[in-house]
């Protein structure tokens, strides 16, 4: 088992920045990837930036050129830089940790994040 852990998160005005933290913790678990999802009201959770143990990371579309995941200083941890914030981005913004040889997904409890125009 493994337990996913969010800060971060707030609200900003537009082209503001803002930073979020995830630490996954637990024993005997191997990580395959961690990474942030977001959920606006009435739409689907959607892949905003991921990162794989081996460094390889993946991003939305629409935040390339604004947003950075990176791996933090302590083991199990991943960071999400978010610059240039429009309107639009304002979600929840959950961590995902896959986890083992299934990729079994853990989820963080959520932050909101709101950037007002």
């Known amino acids: 088992q493994a337990q996913v852990v969010e800060s971060g998160g707030g609200s900003v005005q537009a082209g503001g920045s803002l930073r979020l933290s995830c630490s996954a913790s637990g024993s005997g678990f191997s990580l395959y990837s961690m990474g942030w999802y977001r959920q606006a009201p009435g739409k689907q959770r959607e892949l905003v930036a991921a990162?794989?143990?081996?460094?390889?990371?993946n991003y939305a579309d629409s935040v390339k050129g604004r947003f950075t995941i990176s791996r933090g200083n302590a083991q199990n941890t991943v960071n999400l830089q978010m610059n240039s914030l429009k309107p639009e981005d304002t979600a929840v913004y959950y961590c995902n940790a896959k986890i083992g040889a299934s990729w079994a997904n853990y989820w963080g409890q959520g932050t909101q994040v709101t950037v007002s125009s």
């Open positions: 990162i794989t143990s081996g460094g390889t990371t």
